[in-house]
Structures are given as structure tokens and as C-alpha cells.
């Protein structure tokens, strides 16, 4: 394979903050990727419709990323009003960029545990790998497995890979576990916070504050 390895980060980014960015940094650097793809998701199927519009969320990945050539937004959820799911996201960008090349889908260690409740989430790992990043601190992965779904063990079992090498090596079908700085941060904070006046500074970039603090984003919330 010649194309360095492509980091796919979705997500409602309701707000994006410093959080998700560490993700993608610490992902691109243990996996040696060539970029990370944003992807803002449009009409979730798994949770209620985000506070702040497609296109609202959309400018503030765009600002959050601004100045990081390997951070690239990828508006293509956003521009649909269907739901979304990740295993088309990914049967579309597959297309586009062929069946040699490399995808990486960067899941929290939360999100990855409930992987099995995913739309056709077993299709997932025929078109890309997948990138678990587990949080300092918590539960290690190999354990919390142990409480999983059995579907989703035996997967992880037969697929988790020792090094990132086979990320380079193969399109897809493996799982690499990454080790993540321990960031309190949630999106769901960031709103409370706002709805009661209080400052999100430093848990969000200033261009995505500034955005949030001149649109009056999530102040009902």
C-alpha cells in the first residue's frame, strides 16, 4: 500500500471541543496517519436531534481545525436529512478512494463497547479499521470486553491487532487500541454551562467560543 493510513472521526460535534481534538492528535500520532477526516453527523439515528444546527456545527469543526494541514472536514453527513449511518458514510468514501486504501474509524472506548448495537455493525470492519482510544485512568479495554456484548468479544478477540503496522499493511478488519490523556470534557457539559452562564473557556477552542458566545448557542438548553 502506498497512501498512509486515512483517521475517520465522526460525531454531532455539539459543540466540538479540546476533547475530540486530542482524539484526533493522539490517533494521527500512534497510528501515523496522514490525516483525520471531521465528519459531523447529520440526523443521528442513535440519540436526539444536537442543539445547534448542521450547519452551525459544521463552521465550528471548520474553525476548530483551522491551521492543522491533517485535519480535514468532510461536510457529507451534514448535507443529508435522513439518518445517518456510519457504515454509509464509510461505503461512500470506500468508493471515492478505492479498495486499497487505508480507513481507520477512531471510536472512544465507550463508543466501541456498544459497537454491536451499530446498523450492520459487523459490515464495519470489511471497510475499515477500527481505532479504539481508551482513556488513562479508566477501565482498560481488555477488561471492560469482559462485560460485553459476545458478538462484539469474539470480534475483538479474532481482530485486535498488536501494533499499528497492520494499519499501514492491510484496507481494513482490524482493531488497534490507543492509549488516550485522561480530558474531562463533554459536550454535554459545554452546554449546561452555557445555559446557566457559565464560561466554557479553555474546553473548547476561543474560535469555536466566540462562535458559540455570538450565536447564542445552547443557552436554553
Not at 466501541?112 to 455493525?121: A, D, I, K, V, Y
Request: overall charge negative; hydrophobic content about 45%; some cysteine.
Amino acid at each position: 500500500m502506498n497512501h498512509s493510513p486515512i483517521g475517520i472521526l465522526g460525531g454531532t460535534f455539539d459543540p466540538i471541543h479540546l476533547g475530540h481534538l486530542r482524539i484526533a492528535q493522539e490517533a494521527l500520532e500512534q497510528c501515523d496517519l496522514g490525516q483525520v477526516r471531521f465528519i459531523p453527523g447529520g440526523t443521528p439515528p442513535h440519540r436526539a436531534a444536537p442543539a445547534a444546527s448542521a450547519a452551525q456545527r459544521l463552521e465550528m469543526v471548520v474553525r476548530a481545525i483551522h491551521g492543522n494541514p491533517q485535519f480535514v472536514v468532510d461536510a457529507r453527513e451534514v448535507m443529508r436529512s435522513d439518518p445517518c449511518y456510519t457504515v454509509d458514510t464509510l461505503d461512500e468514501l470506500r468508493a471515492e478512494l478505492g479498495v486499497e486504501q487505508s480507513l481507520c474509524l477512531i471510536l472512544g472506548g465507550d463508543a466501541f463497547l456498544q459497537l454491536h448495537t451499530w446498523h450492520e455493525w459487523h459490515r464495519l470492519f470489511a471497510l475499515a479499521h477500527i481505532v479504539v482510544l481508551q482513556r488513562a485512568g479508566g477501565l482498560p479495554l481488555g477488561n471492560a470486553m469482559k462485560l460485553a456484548d459476545a458478538a462484539l468479544q469474539a470480534e475483538y478477540q479474532a481482530r485486535l491487532a498488536p501494533g499499528a503496522q497492520v494499519l499501514h499493511e492491510t484496507p481494513g478488519g482490524a482493531i488497534f487500541v490507543a492509549d488516550m490523556p485522561a480530558l474531562e470534557i463533554s459536550a454535554t457539559d459545554i452546554r449546561r454551562r452555557c445555559a446557566i452562564g457559565k464560561s466554557i473557556r479553555y474546553l473548547t477552542p476561543d474560535t469555536v467560543t466566540d462562535f458559540i458566545n455570538s450565536n447564542s448557542l445552547y443557552r436554553s438548553c
